[in-house]
C-alpha cells in the first residue's frame, strides 16, 4: 500500500530571542467530527475555530482547505442535498470584550462561505428538507456541551432565510407563547394549500403543546403572531406530551382540509388539528380545529396514507399488536391486528414504482418487543374485510432498528440495520425478499450517493468492505488507520472516491477508488488538523 504522509514541523530557532507563535497551537484538539457531503468531506477542528473541507481528486490526491468558523461549534448539520454545510457556533460565552465572537451560523457550499452573525446562543439545529430555512432553538440534542450561560430563553426560535427577499433580514428570531413548556423538536412542512394559499409552516413540539408558525409571512410588519395549540386527553388536566407528528395536505383542490396529526408519549389519545378559515379579527389567516382520537394504546409511529376508501391516518400500537386506521373528517376508527408488534411504518409505494393515484403500500419494522421478528407489507387497498390477506410478513429471525433508503436508480432498495447488532439485510422491494449479510461485531453503515454501493466497517477497525448493491458481492479492504467514519464521495475528476477518517491524535484520512477491487492504490494522508495552520 503505498502511502503519502502530510507532516507539520513547528521549528524555533533557539537563538536568544523569543519568537511568537499563534495561539492555536496551544490549545488541544477537542475531538474530530467528520460531515460527508456529495463531493467531499468536511472535518471539524472546533480548538481552531475551523473546519478542514477534504476534496478528492485523481489518483487518490486530497485538496485540503482550512475554513473559518465561529468559537465553540455547537451542532453541525449537512442539508439534505448534501451540497451544504451549516455550522452553528455558541460564540465567546460569556463575551468580556470586542474582540469575543458571538454567536453564528457559517454556511459552507460549493460557491463560497456565508457567516450570519446571531444574537442569542442556542444549541439545537434543524434544516429544511427543500434547503430554504434553518432553525435554530434551545433543544440541544446531538449538540455539543454549551459553555455556561447564566441565562438562556428555551423558547426563542431563531428562524434563518437563506433566500430572504431583498431589504428583509435572513435572521428571524421569534419567542414563542408559553405555558410552561419548552421546545423538544421543530418540523419543515412541505408546501400545504391554506385559506390564504400554499404556505410553509414550523412545526414547534414543547413537552406540553404545539406551536404553529407561518413560514411565509416571518418577515411581515408587523408581525404576525404564532398559533399554540395547547394538548389535553379532556379525561384529565394531565397535559398531553407530544413525541411526533405527520402532516398531510388533503385533497389538491381544497384549501381547507390541511392536517397535522400528533401522537402523544404518554396517551392513547391521538389529536388532529385540521387547517381551515380562521375567525374574522383573526391575525392569521388560517386556523386549527383540534379533535382527539383514542387508538387503544400508546401509538409508537403515525403516517397518514391513502387507502381504497379514502385518506387515513395510520397509528402503529405495539402495546396492543395493532395498527389502527383513523378516518380524519369523522375520527372513526379500525383496528389491524398484526403478526408482530411493529414500532415503525415507512411509506414505499413511489419505491415500488406503484401508478400515481393508487393506495399506498407500508413497510412495518422496529424492534418493539424482544419477540419481534422482521419486517411486513402493509398493501392499503383494502380497509375492510380480512386485513391478514393486506400483510405479508418477511421473516428475518430478528427485528430492525433502523431503514436506510438507497438513492436513484436503487430506489427499491432498502437496507435494514438488526437490532440484535451483527449482520444487515438488503430488502428487494419490488421481490419482497431480505438479503442477510453477516458480520462479526456491530457495523456502521454507510450508502454511496449514487445507489451502487454500500460501506460496511467495525467502528475504530482497520478493515472496511464494499458491498456491490446490484449483485451483493462483498469485498474487504485492509487499511493501516483505524476507521471512525467512511464517506462515498464524487471526486474532482467525476469518479467515485471513498475517504476513511480516522479521528485519533491530529486525525488522518486514507483515500481510495470506490469502484476499484483493492486498496493498493490507497493513500493515507496524516495530521488533518495541522493542515493550513498559522
Given at each position: 500500500m503505498k502511502i503519502r504522509s502530510v507532516i507539520a514541523l513547528a521549528l524555533v530557532p533557539v537563538l536568544g530571542a523569543c519568537v511568537d507563535r499563534e495561539e492555536v497551537w496551544d490549545t488541544v484538539p477537542t475531538g474530530i467530527e467528520a460531515v460527508g457531503l456529495t463531493d467531499r468531506v468536511v472535518v471539524v477542528d472546533d480548538s481552531a475555530k475551523s473546519v478542514i473541507s477534504l476534496r478528492p481528486g485523481r489518483d487518490q490526491e486530497l485538496e485540503r482547505t482550512r475554513i473559518a468558523v465561529g468559537a465553540n461549534v455547537a451542532s453541525v448539520v449537512p442539508s439534505r442535498a448534501r451540497d451544504k454545510l451549516?455550522?452553528?457556533?455558541?460564540?465567546?460565552?460569556?463575551?468580556?470584550?470586542?474582540?469575543?465572537?458571538?454567536?453564528?451560523?457559517t454556511v459552507i457550499a460549493r460557491d463560497g462561505t456565508r457567516r450570519l452573525e446571531l444574537s442569542s446562543a442556542h444549541g439545537g439545529l434543524v434544516a429544511d428538507p427543500e434547503g430554504r430555512y434553518l432553525a435554530i432553538f434551545a433543544a440541544a440534542q446531538g449538540a455539543r456541551k454549551a459553555p455556561a450561560s447564566f441565562v438562556e430563553n428555551p423558547n426563542e426560535i431563531i428562524i434563518v432565510d437563506l433566500e430572504a427577499p431583498p431589504g428583509k433580514e435572513a435572521v428571524v428570531p421569534r419567542s414563542i407563547r408559553s405555558f410552561g413548556g419548552k421546545p423538544r423538536r421543530v418540523s419543515f412542512s412541505p408546501v400545504v394549500n391554506l385559506p390564504g394559499g400554499p404556505r410553509r409552516l414550523l412545526v414547534v413540539e414543547t413537552d406540553q403543546d404545539v406551536t404553529l408558525l407561518d413560514l411565509?409571512?416571518?418577515?411581515?410588519?408587523?408581525?404576525?403572531?404564532?398559533?399554540?395549540?395547547?394538548?389535553?386527553?379532556?379525561?384529565?388536566?394531565?397535559?398531553?406530551?407530544?413525541?411526533?407528528?405527520?402532516?398531510?395536505?388533503?385533497?389538491?383542490?381544497?384549501?381547507?382540509?390541511?392536517?397535522?396529526?400528533?401522537?402523544?408519549?404518554?396517551?392513547?389519545s391521538l389529536v388532529l388539528l385540521t387547517l381551515g378559515a380562521a375567525p374574522p379579527g383573526s391575525p392569521n389567516d388560517f386556523f386549527p380545529t383540534v379533535n382527539l382520537t383514542d387508538v387503544g394504546g400508546v401509538a409508537q409511529d403515525i403516517a397518514f396514507v391513502r387507502t381504497d376508501g379514502g385518506p387515513r391516518l395510520a397509528a402503529l400500537v405495539p402495546g396492543i399488536r395493532s395498527a389502527v386506521l383513523v378516518e380524519p373528517a369523522t375520527g372513526l376508527t379500525?383496528?389491524?391486528?398484526?403478526?408482530?408488534?411493529?414500532?415503525?411504518?415507512?411509506?414505499?409505494?413511489?419505491?415500488?414504482?406503484?401508478?400515481?393515484?393508487?393506495?399506498?403500500?407500508?413497510?412495518?419494522?422496529?424492534?418493539?418487543?424482544?419477540?419481534?421478528?422482521?419486517?411486513?407489507?402493509?398493501?392499503?387497498?383494502?380497509?375492510?374485510?380480512?386485513?391478514?390477506?393486506?400483510?405479508e410478513s418477511v421473516p428475518l429471525g430478528t427485528g430492525v432498528s433502523t431503514v436506510l433508503d438507497v438513492p436513484a436508480p436503487r430506489g427499491e432498495l432498502k437496507v435494514l440495520e438488526s437490532a440484535s447488532g451483527t449482520g444487515f439485510f438488503v430488502l428487494d422491494l419490488a421481490s419482497r425478499t431480505a438479503?442477510?449479510?453477516?458480520?462479526?461485531?456491530?457495523?456502521?453503515?454507510?450508502?454511496?450517493?449514487?445507489?451502487?454501493?454500500?460501506?460496511?466497517f467495525p467502528q475504530g477497525g482497520s478493515v472496511i468492505s464494499r458491498v456491490e448493491l446490484p449483485t451483493l458481492h462483498p469485498v474487504s479492504l485492509p487499511v493501516d488507520r483505524s476507521v471512525n467514519d467512511v464517506f462515498d464521495v464524487t471526486n474532482a475528476a467525476g469518479g467515485a472516491s471513498v475517504v476513511a477518517i480516522d479521528v485519533r491524535g491530529t486525525g488522518s484520512a486514507t483515500v481510495m477508488d470506490a469502484t476499484a477491487v483493492d486498496s493498493i492504490a490507497s493513500r493515507t494522508y496524516f495530521g488533518l488538523l495541522l493542515e493550513g495552520l498559522p
Open positions: 451549516f455550522v452553528l457556533s455558541y460564540g465567546d460565552v460569556p463575551r468580556r470584550d470586542a474582540e469575543d465572537e458571538r454567536p453564528s451560523l411565509d409571512r416571518i418577515h411581515d410588519v408587523p408581525e404576525r403572531p404564532e398559533i399554540t395549540v395547547r394538548l389535553g386527553s379532556g379525561a384529565n388536566a394531565k397535559p398531553l406530551s407530544p413525541a411526533g407528528i405527520a402532516i398531510d395536505d388533503g385533497e389538491p383542490t381544497s384549501a381547507d382540509d390541511t392536517r397535522i396529526a400528533i401522537r402523544a408519549a404518554n396517551d392513547s379500525q383496528k389491524v391486528d398484526l403478526p408482530e408488534a411493529y414500532s415503525r411504518i415507512a411509506l414505499v409505494t413511489r419505491d415500488i414504482g406503484a401508478p400515481t393515484g393508487s393506495s399506498d403500500v407500508a413497510l412495518l419494522y422496529g424492534a418493539a418487543s424482544t419477540s419481534t421478528q422482521g419486517v411486513a407489507f402493509w398493501s392499503l387497498g383494502k380497509t375492510a374485510g380480512q386485513p391478514y390477506r393486506s400483510l438479503s442477510p449479510l453477516t458480520t462479526i461485531t456491530r457495523p456502521k453503515l454507510s450508502i454511496a450517493p449514487d445507489g451502487q454501493r454500500l460501506w460496511a
